[in-house]
């Protein structure tokens, strides 16, 4: 049974930094495509960032703030986020295999952990 696990949310003021991880387990890392999206509440999925063998994509609105890093002997990947705004507030998922189509889908990805909250405010 596939399982992510995201951690590293939390709370914190415009302009700070915050590092999210997501643990696999259970999961064939065979292709090492991972990613991360994010949701306001009442709004769809938004894709923030994925990497593929080496390959890394970003969303517009976080190019220069957020890094994706993977740690393929822990099955782990991150999510670096810095410069932190208002407007990153929302609840970030971690999605694996990453198996068709643009990244930017989240129907293009199979698997996804239960979300860690992320809330920037002043």
């Known amino acids: 049974q596939v399982r992510l696990v995201e951690s590293g949310g939390g709370s914190l003021q415009p302009g700070g930094s915050l590092r999210l991880s997501c643990a696999a387990s259970?999961?064939?890392?065979?292709?090492?495509?991972m990613g991360w999206f994010r949701q306001v509440l009442g709004k769809e999925l938004e894709g923030v960032a994925a990497?593929?063998?080496?390959?890394?994509y970003y969303a517009d609105s976080v190019k220069g703030r957020f890094t994706i890093s993977q740690d393929n002997a822990k099955n782990t990947v991150y999510l670096q986020m810095n410069s932190l705004k208002p407007e990153d507030t929302a609840m970030y998922y971690c999605?694996?295999?990453?198996?068709?189509?643009?990244?930017?889908?989240?129907?293009?990805?199979?698997?996804w952990g239960q979300g860690t909250q992320v809330t920037v405010s002043s």
């Open positions: 999605a694996a295999d990453w198996y068709r189509g643009s990244w930017r889908e989240p129907l293009n990805f199979r698997y």
């Open positions: 259970g999961y064939t890392y065979s292709s090492k495509s």
């Open positions: 990497i593929y063998t080496g390959g890394t």
